[in-house]
């Protein structure tokens, strides 16, 4: 989690924790939002991974789009990708 928070900050992007209602992660420019209160912690690498694809890979607001669910399955794939790389370059650390 700590290399994945370092990783996004040194992009350049903010990463605070905020009492959100609608979503679990929310991208607002360079700004990341992850709802305050969760505690599992693979769910918050996850969210944090899915919001930093979105970034990679959209511009604009995705949530109102027409392509909204085609960019959630693009951030879902991206997440996965930056996950299994960190756990396999974690692993490569032990
Ligand atoms: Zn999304």
């Not at 905020?18 to 996850?46: F, Q, S, V, W």
């Not at 949530?63 to 396999?88: C, M, T, V, W």
């Amino acid at each position: 989690m700590e290399n994945l928070f370092a990783f996004a900050e040194n992009q350049g992007f903010k990463v605070s924790i905020l009492p959100l209602k609608a979503n679990d992660g929310l991208l607002y420019g360079n700004h990341i939002g992850l709802r305050e209160g969760i505690d599992d912690m693979e769910y918050m690498k996850y969210l944090l991974a899915h919001e930093l694809a979105h970034a990679y890979l959209h511009e604009g607001d995705t949530i109102h789009s027409p392509f909204h669910a085609e960019y959630e399955r693009q951030a879902d794939k991206g997440a996965a990708l930056i996950l299994d790389l960190l756990n396999f370059m974690e692993g490569e650390e032990r």
